[in-house]
């Protein structure tokens, strides 16, 4: 099993920033390709941005390319989302997922994730 825990998040005007954390635990950090999805109100939950297990290959959904950036820490078993020039359309509840790493880029279907967080809430006012 893996716990992940998500926080950072908060309400922040438009065009802030926030930085999102994940904290995992429970098994080793560096064997889990980690990536970030969000769902807002009355929506699907869908893709923000993915790392693989060793960081050097990431993806990001296309709302949030050059705004935000994924990046990871396997000393510290911890996952980030720096999220910059936010938008109101980026509130949402942010969660983290966790998947045992493949050969290839991190995935982006959300159905092959294993393991996820609770959620954090990014609320951004106009």
């Known amino acids: 099993q893996v716990q992940l825990v998500e926080s950072g998040g908060g309400l922040v005007q438009t065009g802030g920033s926030l930085r999102l954390s994940c904290a995992a635990s429970?098994?080793?950090?560096?064997?889990?390709?980690m990536g970030w999805f969000r769902q807002a109100p009355g929506k699907e939950r869908e893709f923000v941005a993915a790392v693989n297990w060793s960081g050097d290959r990431i993806l990001y959904a296309d709302s949030v390319k050059g705004r935000f950036t994924i990046s990871r820490d396997n000393a510290k078993n911890t996952l980030y989302l720096q999220m910059n020039s936010l938008k109101p359309e980026d509130t949402a509840v942010y969660y983290c997922?966790?998947?045992?790493?493949?050969?290839?880029?991190?995935?982006?279907?959300?159905?092959?994730?294993?393991?996820w967080g609770q959620g954090t809430q990014v609320t951004v006012s106009s």
């Open positions: 429970g098994r080793t950090f560096s064997n889990y390709d």
């Open positions: 997922a966790a998947e045992l790493r493949q050969f290839g880029p991190p995935p982006a279907d959300e159905a092959v994730y294993d393991y």
